[in-house]
């Protein structure tokens, strides 16, 4: 479905359930800023109707994704860490930066795809997840946020191909998954959902 060039190495979850306080933490974040970034296409695209009724969607579920990982953080007596700095994101976000080419409609579909990609991404490390982490309860829970994020994901890209005259976005997304694939390549070793 999203094409991914590089597959997460199921050994990642072992990290990752080598210590849950770090990835819910990280995790909890991830859902925040992925709000931050709805609300952002919201502020930005405030004449687009049909966007800012999705965005306010997306980011109202995004917050509740963040409770509910919060609620299981506060659960199992874990410390809720502070935010710190997701460099793969920052990765993706120079790739987007780099590539716009100064128009509104090319910023809006650099700013589509980047959180479609920031999805895919996510969708496929909560499907990594939940086929091999021990913890059964924690398997589900993933399971059924990867299929949240595959809904993100539809949604981001259907928005780009509707809001372009000038851009092909096949051709576009193709060249996301190449950089990503750049990217992904130096992470997967860390106790983050992207990390």
């Given at each position: 479905?999203?094409?991914?060039?590089?597959?997460?190495?199921?050994?990642?979850?072992?990290?990752?359930?080598?210590?849950?306080?770090?990835?819910?933490?990280?995790?909890?974040?991830?859902?925040?800023?992925?709000?931050?970034?709805?609300?952002?296409?919201?502020?930005?695209?405030?004449?687009?109707?049909?966007?800012?009724?999705?965005?306010?969607?997306?980011?109202?579920?995004?917050?509740?994704?963040?409770?509910?990982?919060?609620?299981?953080?506060?659960?199992?007596?874990?410390?809720?860490?502070?935010?710190?700095?997701?460099?793969?994101?920052?990765?993706?976000?120079?790739?987007?930066?780099?590539?716009?080419?100064?128009?509104?409609?090319?910023?809006?579909?650099?700013?589509?795809?980047?959180?479609?990609?920031?999805?895919?991404?996510?969708?496929?490390?909560?499907?990594?997840?939940?086929?091999?982490?021990?913890?059964?309860?924690?398997?589900?829970?993933?399971?059924?946020?990867?299929?949240?994020?595959?809904?993100?994901?539809?949604?981001?890209?259907?928005?780009?191909?509707?809001?372009?005259?000038?851009i092909d976005v096949e051709k576009r997304w193709n060249e996301w998954l190449e950089e990503e694939a750049?990217?992904?390549?130096?992470?997967g070793n860390k106790e983050t959902v992207h990390g």
């Open positions: 479905m999203f094409r991914l060039k590089l597959p997460t190495d199921p050994r990642w979850a072992n990290i990752a359930e080598g210590n849950l306080e770090e990835i819910l933490s990280d995790h909890a974040w991830c859902e925040q800023k992925a709000a931050t970034n709805a609300i952002n296409l919201i502020i930005n695209n405030s004449e687009k109707p049909d966007l800012v009724e999705e965005m306010l969607k997306i980011s109202i579920e995004e917050m509740e994704h963040f409770k509910a990982v919060h609620d299981i953080i506060q659960e199992r007596g874990y410390e809720f860490k502070r935010e710190r700095k997701d460099d793969y994101v920052n990765e993706l976000a120079k790739y987007m930066k780099k590539s716009s080419n100064g128009t509104r409609e090319s910023g809006l579909i650099e700013r589509l795809l980047f959180a479609a990609m920031i999805e895919a991404r996510s969708c496929e490390r909560f499907r990594v997840l939940s086929e091999n982490i021990q913890d059964k309860k924690l398997a589900k829970f993933y399971r059924d946020l990867m299929e949240s994020e595959a809904m993100h994901y539809t949604t981001f890209i259907n928005f780009a191909r509707k809001y372009t005259e000038t750049k990217i992904i390549k130096n992470y």
